[in-house]
């Protein structure tokens, strides 16, 4: 079986303009249809690094899909994930709130394991409850972890369907061995990981050979089902997160090596999604966004991605850690070739389904993203933040204003002895300049440290930390 890896770009004005004339035709109307609210589509890799696609630079690893959709949409080079490990980067993403509010952060448990007893609040108001208040039909698909127990499930939290696994690829683990041994040539039943339909397990273990393949099936089939209402679409792969699969149609297909067969599937499944939405003539009434929750697993090596120019990786608040590749495709509405430096982050993916469903954001709450609707339009004074708070955890690391870039506290991730340590005078980095980190420039800015001082004790008096849900423990069901 041979499977096409890239697009097959159809005429849509063409193809839109014939449907509608038919219509018209059929109804002997000749009025314009009054306009229908816009899809939204959210695809989120999981340990995908800032370096990982070809169209952020990525010398060997094949991305033509998503490469063409960032030529004939957007690329944003400045965007950040919530956090930088997944439970909080989800949380970040699907209410609009730094994690610490919604009590998806800890510092002890940086994530939600299989024995974990809670999830998130049901008090919080996830992207998919406040669309299906404007009447649209949600489907998560793909990575949920934001609790395995079935009051957090996607079905309790706005979604109308869920076809998925609960929490990371690499838990319920069941064979033995050393980590080369076991994630070096991985077998898919080493692991005991759950896959979903709504509440109810279907399969376990997961063959998560096939499950990329599987997750693009039942988002086209989602597509293609309510192709006559508005919809959102949350596909959350679980890959490149080790361990690594990929479908036999994939196998060796990368000079990358297993990582790259693995992107290059992922890539392919962002082509069926977009084939199906052209096919459908709903491209240019459809958002599709792609991005990641965090940053590479340096820690294994081969099989985690790279940050490319960017210091750090995943578990980190260097750039590494945090700064995600990121694409929007919208066609008609986001200018082809468009790059935006803003700074922006998948916190203002809430407001901006919300702006585009044209519903109010919740007053009751503070919501820290903001619409990124005006940068698509390309609109005149349109902005991104002017500040962003590095969170590790329920504490602040590090804070941005600007293009400069203060680390009251660094630490290495998931490293043996590794502490955090607090430095007396920040280190200071313009971003603009040395995106990489590599030179602390504290020394000769004061005042800019002072000023970042400022935004830094904002950060900490002005985000109410939230008690954690991560850290109850229970039986693992």
Known sequence: MIINRTLTFFPKRIRISLVVAAVMLISGCNTTPEPRLPNIIIIFADDLGYGDLGSYGHPTIQTPNLDRLASEGMKLTQFYAAASVCTPSRAGLLTGRY?????????????????????????????????????????????????????????????????????????????????????????????????????????????????????TEEAVQFIRTNRDTPFFIYLAHSMPHVPLFRSEEFENVSERGLYGDVIEEIDWSVGQIAQALLEEGLAENTLLLFTSDNGPWLAYGSHGGSAGLLRGGKGMTWEGGMREPAIAWWPGTIKPGSVSEAITTTLDFFPTALDMAGAALPQDRVIDGRSLLPIFRGEAGARGHESFYYFRGTKVYAVRNGP??????????????????????????????????????????????????????????????????????????
């Open 99 to 215: 994690p610490v509010r919604t009590g998806m952060a800890s510092d002890k448990n940086r994530v939600l394991f299989p024995d974990a007893e809670k999830g998130i609040p049901a008090d919080e108001i996830t992207i998919a409850e406040a669309l299906k208040e404007q009447g649209y039909a949600t489907a998560a698909i793909g990575k949920w972890h934001l609790g395995h127990r079935e009051e957090f499930l996607p079905t309790q939290n706005g979604f109308d369907y869920y076809y998925g696994i609960p929490y990371s690829n690499d838990m319920d683990r069941v064979r033995p061995g050393t980590r080369e041994e076991v994630f070096g040539n991985p077998v898919f039943d080493s692991w005991n990981v759950p896959l979903m339909r709504n509440n109810e397990i279907i399969e376990r273990p997961t063959d998560q050979r096939t499950i990329t393949k599987r997750y």
């Open 404 to 477: 400069w870039k203060a680390h009251f506290i660094t630490q290495w991730a998931f490293r043996t002895g590794s502490e955090p340590t607090e430095h007396e005078i920040p280190l200071l980095f313009n971003l603009e300049i040395d995106p990489s980190e590599q030179y602390d420039v504290s020394a000769e800015n004061p005042e800019i440290v002072d000023r970042l001082k400022i935004v830094y004790q904002e950060a900490i008096e002005n985000v109410t930390v939230r008690p954690t849900q991560l850290d109850a423990r229970g039986t693992d069901e």
